[in-house]
């Protein structure tokens, strides 16, 4: 056993693994079996290679992606954001758009993506005019129930770290090639572009968007190593108060920045709407089906207003998501005869139009890291009704700019209460929308979160240059 770890040591020089590739490879797997599962992957893809060229095996097809390159003379800071998925209706995504898009607009800053993978976030960043880059990888995400021990995970994080040790290699080389000032890491999902900027000697920036373990019940394969990789950036910026706060213990404080999300205020605001003034009151919630955003509780909590003779009121779902949680949503109002009020429309390009025209927004989510969703409800000027977890509370102020409920066991009675005392209310929930919608415009924009960001930039970079 005592020559494993330098056997290990051999394998990672011989096969270009930098330290913390190593580390990563070494901490989820074991010395033995990351050697082992890695050289026999090396030698399938040889036999592969050697069936291909004897006519054997068809070679695969290659699938060529379009890209957008910058141009070669910036013409400011140079920034190479890293996302960890193409997706137009990742939180993530649209607000990484939004920020590059704004961070080029107001501050001269010249920013170009690195995309991970083929998707419909691509039309996103060209409407944008943002220059993009293809370069396959991997994230390092798996779910929280996952066997470690078993054998597909070990072939699963062999395969992505195969992939994305040549994914840093070509992303290094575009560093240098479009002379990159500062790279951008957009959530915790990625990393490859943490790896790039240190092979190349460039400052990086880490935005941490969400929990993980929290609200999307997932984790980094090696917790441990993982948190070590975030802690080398030069800043880790959680967009809650909430969210530093649990990363205050897994990474250096002083490194963490606090900075607000940020939305288009634009597409939101609708100053001149008033909402509670006419049956039938709607009710909406919008985002993907997921069991840990609260649809179920939301869906009985519908029915429960509606047992108790409230029933003037309709309820809108705008998103996609998981089609289980959609169904036994869907059962929960068949089974109380309210088909006729409720509507599933799936997946929305823009939800504004939605939320301009509801009276009180729900964001029932167990545990949000932000509140994307929140924050345009405010905007769109609904009275929104949010759980009292997570960043929630950093939005909305109870009874003052919004209402919120407490989670649990009893989440359904809570939510019926606050609803039933707005529907009861009108005036006061009026005011109490007014207000929210106010508070968003002052903290919660996009160009304020542009702002902030340029800021943490120009820090970074001249702390840089006086070393």
Not at 225 to 240: K, M, T
Not at 343 to 356: N, V
Request: aromatic letters at 8%; a positive charge.
């Amino acid at each position: 056993m005592t020559i494993l770890p330098a056997l290990f040591s051999a394998f990672a020089r011989q096969n270009g693994l930098d330290l913390d590739e190593n580390l990563l490879l070494r901490s989820s797997l074991g010395s033995g079996r990351a050697i082992w599962l890695w050289s026999l992957t090396s030698a399938r893809r040889r036999v592969k290679h050697l069936m291909i060229a004897i006519g054997l095996k068809r070679r695969d097809e290659t699938t060529t992606f379009e890209d957008s390159p910058p141009d070669k003379n910036k013409t400011g800071t140079r920034v190479l954001f890293a996302p960890s998925d193409n997706n137009e209706i990742s939180g993530a995504f649209r607000s990484m758009v939004a920020l590059a898009r704004l961070l080029r607009d107001r501050h001269g800053i010249d920013p170009f993506i690195v995309l991970p993978c083929e998707g419909t976030g691509t039309a996103l960043l060209r409407d944008a005019s943002i220059p993009y880059i293809h370069v396959p990888s991997f994230d390092w995400i798996v779910p929280l129930k996952t066997d470690r021990r078993s054998l597909r995970f070990a072939i699963d994080v062999v395969r992505k770290i195969r992939t994305n040790h040549l994914a840093v290699s070509t992303i290094a080389s575009l560093i240098e090639r479009y002379d990159v000032d500062l790279i951008h890491v957009n959530t915790t999902w990625g990393y490859v572009g943490a790896l790039a900027a240190k092979r190349t000697s460039k400052p990086c920036i880490w935005h941490v968007r969400e929990f993980l373990e929290e609200d999307q019940e997932a984790t980094i394969w090696n917790r441990d190593a993982g948190n070590r990789l975030i802690s080398n950036a030069d800043a880790v910026v959680a967009i809650s108060r909430s969210v530093a706060a649990k990363y205050a213990s897994l990474v250096p404080r002083q490194k963490l920045q606090p900075i607000y999300n940020g939305i288009d205020e634009s597409r939101f605001l609708a100053p001149e709407r008033t909402i509670l003034e006419r049956p039938p009151f709607t009710f909406v919630m919008v985002g993907g089906f997921q069991r840990y955003k609260g649809h179920v509780e939301f869906s009985k909590a519908c029915v429960s207003l509606h047992s108790k003779g409230i029933r003037d009121f309709r309820v809108w779902f705008v998103g996609k998501g998981n089609d289980d949680v959609k169904r036994e949503c869907a059962n929960i109002f068949s089974n109380a005869n309210m088909d006729s009020a409720v509507t599933f429309f799936g997946h929305q390009k823009d939800p504004a139009q939605f939320l301009k025209q509801a009276d009180i927004a729900f964001t029932c989510s167990r545990f949000e890291a932000f509140g994307r969703v929140t924050v345009e409800a405010m905007m769109s000027g609904c009275l929104v009704i949010g759980s009292k977890t997570g960043g929630t509370p950093e939005l909305i102020e109870d009874g003052e700019t919004g209402l919120l409920f407490d989670p649990g066991s009893n989440a359904v009675v809570h939510i019926v209460e606050k609803a039933q005392w707005a529907l009861e209310n009108p005036e006061r929930a009026r005011s109490i929308a007014a207000a929210g919608t106010k508070r968003a415009m002052e903290r919660f924009t996009s160009s304020r979160n542009a702002d902030e960001i340029a800021r943490l930039y120009r820090k970074i970079l001249y702390e840089r240059e006086a070393l």
